[in-house]
């Protein structure tokens, strides 16, 4: 009697034998596996565990394996950037140190405004061309998933060009872009006059309007807005919202950055992915996001280059239960910062994060704050998205400024472009 061939499981596409991992599975700690094992298969993790504990030997596992020391952790996720702009605003920074502040800039028609001209006279291909180069340094620092916004363009044709260019950074990078419709982030000239708060109602009438097409052209994952004195009032942020509740797009918020006018609680209201920035929400706002499953973004790039001493409520985050993420906030204005692990950096020296804090941050609650589930830790089935660092311990991440720590970068499986 014959016996048909077992039927072999095909193999892992990859195998990385001897570093540590930083897994970080449970909610605490960092779920380290020292001489650990991971291996993946069409771009999904399909171990993650010791050595000792592979179920074969590594060569009838994978077609590739690798031998290394050091550190894998998850890929790192920057949850919020605008690195889709053209120019600069050097000139701004050295105002800035002059005494002007990001406020007085603004009204005088710099600041966002500035950055918006500049993206209008500039073709696709050249935001493109300018904007790359921003989201490699991240990619080469360990991101392996970037959030993009508009809010540079303030029309239609040029908030579509933006966000066309975010699609076409992931598609040349190989890395995952999240890109988030910011069209309410300042009032456009054709909206300012003499009747200022009248004319920026009919500037949200113009931003609701446009929102369907673009999200029908598949150009928008999520929905923000500036709610601040120099940007827009709860009022009008919450008719965005509703706007992006009717297309069942998920929200967030750049909420309570240099005053409390209650965002963080309005972007929780909505069931917001995320607050962001924070620094000047009350417990209250802490409360409605821990309520609403609402992610705290602390971006400490931008309060450091403000040289802000406004505290975000760490504590009250911490006493409530609220997941901090940590992202660059990469833009022209407040954080021209190309380093997540700079970021983290930031997170610890500034706001006293743990460096457990900052990596839980740059990894699992920065997808949280991008409603995805599948990354940010190394567990079988999550994305096969992480970074092979040169380090001797997790907190050299955040411990080192600058320099070159990660020696492999994959995303979905893949070394990216
Ligand atoms: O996240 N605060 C509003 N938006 C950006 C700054 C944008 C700019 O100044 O160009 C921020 O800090
Ligand atoms: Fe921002």
Redesign the pocket.
Known sequence: MTHAPLKQAPLWDGLILGPALATLAGDTGYGAIADGALGWRDGRIMFAGARSGLPDAPDALAREVFRGDGWITPGLVDC?T?VV?AGD?AVEFEQRLQGAS?EDI?RAGG??LS?VRAVRAASEDALLAQSLPRAQALLRDGVTTLEIKS??GLDEDNERKMLRVARRIGETLGIEVRTTY?AA??LPPEYSGSEPAGRADAYIDAVIDWLPRLHGEGLVDAVDA?C?SI?FSPTQTRRVFEAARALGLPVKL?AD??SDLGGAALAAEFGGLSA??IEHSSEAGVQAMAAHGTVAVL?PG?FHV?RETKLPPLDLLRAHGVPMAVAT?C?????PLLSLRQAMQLACTHFKLTPEEALRGATVHGARALGLHDRGRLQVGQRADFVHWRIGQPADLCYWLGGELAQAVYAGGRQPA
Not at 331 to 335: E, Y
């Open positions: 919020h605008h702009f605003r990001y603004a600041g966002i950055t809010g540079y910011l982030h300042a500036f601040e940007g750049h950055q240099l962001d920035h971006l931008a403000l906030d833009n022209p204005g407040t954080s």
